[in-house]
């Protein structure tokens, strides 16, 4: 055998190639790290063979070539046969391959190495013999063929019993790539064909590199359809003009002017007609799922748009999916319950009947992550595939695998999950498409908001239901008096609002549904109902037997009582709030004496108050609270010049709206002294974050007033509060006489925060160092003045407030 310059330039190119690969693989990495190891061994084993084939043609290799060739070859295939065992997680007890192999190098050294009496071997009922390098020589070619061919016959094998289409097109391409590698180790065995074999088992490598270092790979199926359907357009258009030309040329004689030009017409007229027809009909017969997206999305719109009940939503739903794109197996998972750790979801079908009833995923996982965070579709293939989502939640992936599903779609509502719909393989066997994907995910979309109201449709008639049985167990003289029920979403429209509320609230024109819930609520002015229900849409807080004594317009006076519960989900996520409105009018004179106090204490105070008149007693206790005092600066000097009546005006409302903001934050209001307010907070009732509270009912103060200024322009006065905030002991009780007392704190701590707040420049809020220390992981706040303050010798070091954090 004689070496000669192409196999040279091809053995050293196929070399240098390999090495390529093998560093590509070196520093690329892949899910699957065993996959890289087998697939860098592969690779360098491929090294050896392109050496050895080099060396064919030197004289000093030729006697122990067909050692070089079998102990080169050997090291490939079992490599190849464990990538096929790790590519395809058969979890096969690879000893026993390998056994075998290690075997037979063990007899084919023995051969080589053991004297032997005779220099040839004879071959039984042949005749001829055999030396010993060409019996080694055809050992390792039959262990090699046979161990590649199991590999084969694995892949084979495997094919058969995978549902999931992507897996099934995994092993396609790795057959074919086993294939080639094959077809290139036989073809440079023989002289003619080396060089070729050197390359076709260059290209068997890259295809093996490529499949391992990619997830998503190209469906073989697919693609060999689009190839014929190319083959079969063209030829079907070749004939068709060869026939059209030939007849022109029969009818006119040949090549003419009137030919040329009778040729061209007729291209131009029927060209684009016929191949369209022809692509068309063609695509139909090999590509069954040809459709319109537009028109199924909007047929699935129709479907679902009126559907309020949820399983009849699914069944719906699932049905539609199955008819127009030949899905049968789905279903929907439902987000039932969430921990610090998973969320379950309800699983919902009416196709399939052996699913289980719920399913639990891990949060913080991989697979929360795409279909949660990025809202994006999850295959099956890539759980199966991927050892990062089997580490983080192995039960949930194996629940999952074991449901048969093939593709996981997000469902979302303002950003919220609120559940999966699943659907399994198609019935025709093909993979997911991106036109698939995108049709899907569009379904999926629209199915969010069929899902939400059907679930808020649930959510208000079950909590229409509670407040009825509240209300069915008050007292009789409640119980006789018709209740007024609004209900509103999240963004404050109103979702139902019946008679009642209409005949208390005294509304003339029917409240069409949708409208803002302040409409409304205009009819009760100065009412600290939005701040409530700002509230129990924040902090899941009920307020219940909340009265107020309210003029409403065209009624004159009247006396409610306002309970305000939050609607929540299956979730326990607030979707809106119910106001209940009881009309206590005829019970007004009843508590005139209460309410005659709400109107100079502060609600938590009156509430504080015993039943027993002989049990209310003089003195107090002594325990830590956060005392906040708020006074409007420049009141004075607005003062000067303004009547009596205007100066009361601008002072309630400036006042009401602080007052707002520390109800807002469950203080209490100790008094109200000219232009200031005083607040206590831990007090009556323990509050363990009783600073945080005043820091964020000060903060809702400025805001508040921001907005005011901003919403009355130039008819406001501009006027801001300066704010200090102190926390320390203080003696909190009734103080006075038994004739008349008040409930207020006493002490250094409430001085402290009454001298922070003369130094605290308007709409500003000053901190106490104490105070600062209890909140200050939770705030943005820089250091201020070191004050001197009266009747303190020991300076006080500021902090100014600027937000939470």
């Known amino acids: 055998m004689q070496t000669t310059f192409e196999l040279v330039v091809i053995a050293i190119t196929a070399t240098a190639m390999h090495a390529v690969l093998l560093i590509y693989t070196g520093f690329k990495k892949t899910p699957q ?10 690779l360098v084993a491929a090294l050896l063979w392109d050496v050895s084939v080099f060396l064919q043609g030197q004289p000093a290799f030729r006697a122990v070539l067909p050692l070089i060739y079998v102990y080169t070859l050997l090291p490939m295939v079992v490599f190849a046969w464990t990538y096929t065992d790790a590519f395809l997680h058969l979890g096969r007890t690879r000893w026993k391959i390998l056994a ?43 262990i090699s063929g046979l161990t590649i061919g199991h590999a084969l ?37 023989i002289t003619p064909t080396t060089e070729l074999g050197l390359v076709v088992h260059w290209m068997g490598a890259i295809t093996l590199t490529f499949i391992t270092y990619n997830r998503y790979l190209p469906d073989i199926k697919y693609s060999l359809k689009e190839l014929l359907g190319w083959f079969m357009v063209t030829l079907l258009n070749a004939a068709f003009f060869f026939l059209l030309i030939y007849s022109l040329q029969h009818n006119f004689g040949g090549p003419s002017l009137v030919w040329a030009i009778s040729v061209s017409l007729a291209l131009a007229l029927l060209f684009p007609v016929f191949y369209s027809s022809i692509q068309v009909s063609i695509q139909r017969t090999l590509f069954a799922h040809q459709y319109n997206s537009a028109k199924i999305i909007k047929s699935y719109v129709h479907a679902i748009n009126n559907l309020l009940l949820l399983q009849d939503l699914v069944s719906v739903s699932l049905t539609f999916i199955a008819g127009n794109l030949n899905i049968k197996r789905g279903a929907y998972f439902l987000v039932d319950k969430k921990t610090d750790t998973t ?46 989502f089997h580490q983080s939640d192995p039960e949930g992936v194996a629940n999952l695998h074991a449901m048969g599903f093939e593709q996981y779609f997000p469902i979302e509502r303002n950003g919220t999950l609120v559940g999966i719909l699943a659907l399994g393989a198609f019935s025709s066997g093909r993979d997911y498409a991106i036109q698939d994907i995108d049709l899907l995910s569009t379904i999926a979309e629209q199915s969010a908001i069929a899902l939400e109201n059907a679930q808020l449709f649930e959510d208000v008639r079950h909590n229409l239901q509670e407040i009825t049985r509240i209300n069915s167990m008050m007292d009789n003289i409640f119980a006789s008096i018709q209740s007024g029920v609004i209900t509103i979403d999240v963004q404050d429209r109103i979702i139902v609002i019946n008679d009642a509320a209409h005949r208390i609230l005294n509304l003339a024109d029917p409240v069409p549904i949708g409208t803002p819930i302040e409409t409304i609520l205009k009819t009760l002015p100065n009412t600290p109902i939005p701040a409530l229900l700002r509230d129990v849409k924040t902090t899941f807080r009920q307020y219940k037997g909340y009265e107020l004594a309210q003029e409403v317009p065209g009624r004159g006076a009247v006396n409610l009582s306002v309970d305000i519960t939050p609607i929540r989900n299956a979730q326990k996520a607030t979707i809106g709030v119910a106001l209940v409105l009881n009309d206590l009018t005829e019970t007004r004179k009843l508590r005139a004496v209460q309410n005659l ?56 409302k400036y006042l009401s709206l602080a007052a707002e903001a520390i109800l807002a934050y469950e203080g209490t209001l100790d008094k109200f002294v000219g232009d200031a307010v005083m607040a206590i907070f831990n007090a009556p009732l323990p509050q ?23 919403m009355m322009a130039e008819y406001a006065p501009h006027l801001t509060f300066g704010v200090g905030i102190h926390v320390g002991e203080a003696v909190i009780g009734n103080v006075g006489t038994q004739s008349r007392m008040d409930y207020t704190a006493i002490g250094d701590a409430v001085n402290l925060a009454k001298r922070l707040q003369e130094n605290t420049p308007g709409g500003h809020i000053l901190l106490s160092a104490a105070a600062y220390e209890r909140v200050k992981d939770l705030v943005d706040a820089s250091p201020y003045e070191t004050l001197t303050v009266k009747g303190r010798q020991t300076p006080e070091q500021t902090y100014e407030l600027h937000k939470i954090l």
Do not use: C
């Not at 890289?36 to 061994?41: E, F, K, M, T, Y």
């Not at 058969?160 to 440079?188: D, E, K, Y």
């Open 33 to 42: 790290a065993s996959l890289r190891g087998l697939l860098a061994g592969y």
């Open 100 to 142: 075998v192999v290690g075997a037979s190098g063990v007899l084919m050294a023995v051969i080589q190495f053991v004297p032997y009496p005779l220099p040839y071997i004879p071959i039984p009922f042949t005749g001829r013999y055999l030396d010993k390098l060409t019996m080694i020589f055809w050992l390792g070619i039959a």
């Open 153 to 189: 016959w694995l892949i084979d094998h495997t094919q058969t019993i995978l549902l999931s289409p992507r897996h099934q097109n995994r092993a396609r391409l790795l057959n074919i790539a086993l294939a080639m590698i094959v077809a290139g180790l036989t073809l440079a065995l």
């Open 343 to 388: 969320i379950r979801f309800a699983i919902h079908s009416n196709l399939n009947g052996d699913l289980p009833a719920s399913i639990e995923l891990k949060k913080d996982t991989p697979i929360t992550e795409i279909l949660i965070d990025r809202g994006a579709p999850l295959a099956q293939f890539t759980l199966d595939l991927d050892p990062e």
């Open 597 to 652: 106090f709400r109107k100079y204490l502060s609600p938590a105070v009156v509430d504080r108050l015993p039943n027993d008149p002989a049990e209310l007693k003089l003195g107090g206790k002594r325990q830590e609270v956060t005392v906040l005092f708020a006074d409007i600066r420049g009141f004075s000097t607005f003062s000067e010049d303004k009547n009596p009546e205007d100066l009361i005006t601008v002072l309630n």
């Open 688 to 710: 363990p974050d009783h600073p945080l509270r005043a820091v964020r009912a000060a903060l809702e103060m400025q805001r508040a007033i921001d907005r005011y200024h901003q």
